[in-house]
């Protein structure tokens, strides 16, 4: 009952869309800032995951 419980909570629209909002915005820093160039090569990547994320989240029930 109680890993049920734990998955009902984690697998909820509000949750995971802010852990994709999050990840567009860890993309986004990623690709401004100016230390490391592997971040920057993988920040589009990271950016382009958070938004198809977001799009599939934004699906599932309240």
Same mark, same amino acid.
């Not at 993309?27 to 401004?32: Q, Y």
């Not at 589009?44 to 799009?55: A, P, Q």
């Given at each position: =009952?109680?890993? +049920?419980?734990?998955?009902?909570?984690?697998?909820?629209? #509000?949750? @995971?869309?802010?852990?994709? /909002?999050? /990840? *567009?915005? @860890? #993309? *986004?820093? =990623?690709? =401004?800032?100016?230390? !490391? =160039?592997?971040?920057? %090569?993988? !920040?589009? &990547? $990271? *950016? @382009?995951? #958070? %938004? $198809? &994320?977001?799009? *599939? $989240?934004?699906?599932?029930? +309240?």
């Amino acid at each position: =009952m109680k890993k +049920e419980c734990l998955k009902n909570r984690y697998l909820r629209r #509000g949750f @995971l869309e802010n852990v994709a /909002c999050g /990840c *567009i915005g @860890l #993309g *986004i820093f =990623m690709l =401004m800032q100016p230390f !490391s =160039m592997l971040a920057f %090569t993988y !920040s589009f &990547s $990271v *950016i @382009l995951f #958070g %938004t $198809v &994320s977001f799009l *599939i $989240v934004s699906h599932f029930p +309240e």
